[in-house]
């Protein structure tokens, strides 16, 4: 069984910045994905080996960053937007190449 504890997420202001972290109990490749309220899931960014890939619309502003030695990923988000406000979730590719386990979700809300 996989533990992702995810945290970091909050209010902030446009154009400020916040940086969330996932943490494993082992070393998996780890997307990042957000849900807004009353939109589909979405893609951020992941980070998969020398890999990382982003979302056009983040592209730029954020950054996707490891720590092996804690088993963490980090989201470092900044120039935040209004529509950036999301529940944000990080997820492990343990087996094969679909996402097996998700973290609890941290609440991002950027105001104008």
């Known amino acids: 069984q996989v533990q992702l504890v995810e945290s970091g997420g909050g209010l902030v202001q446009a154009g400020g910045s916040l940086r969330l972290s996932c943490t494993a109990s082992g070393r998996y490749a780890t997307g990042w994905f957000r849900r807004a309220p009353g939109k589909e899931r979405e893609f951020v960014g992941s980070?998969?080996?020398?890999?990382?890939a982003y979302s056009d619309s983040v592209k730029g502003r954020f950054t996707i960053s490891r720590d092996n030695a804690k088993n963490t990923v980090y989201l470092q988000m900044n120039r935040l937007r209004p529509e950036d406000t999301a529940v944000y979730y990080c997820?492990?590719?343990?087996?094969?190449?679909?996402?097996?386990?998700w973290g609890q979700g941290t609440q991002v809300t950027v105001s104008s």
């Open positions: 997820a492990v590719k343990v087996v094969g190449a679909q996402y097996d386990y």
């Open positions: 980070w998969s080996g020398y890999t990382v």
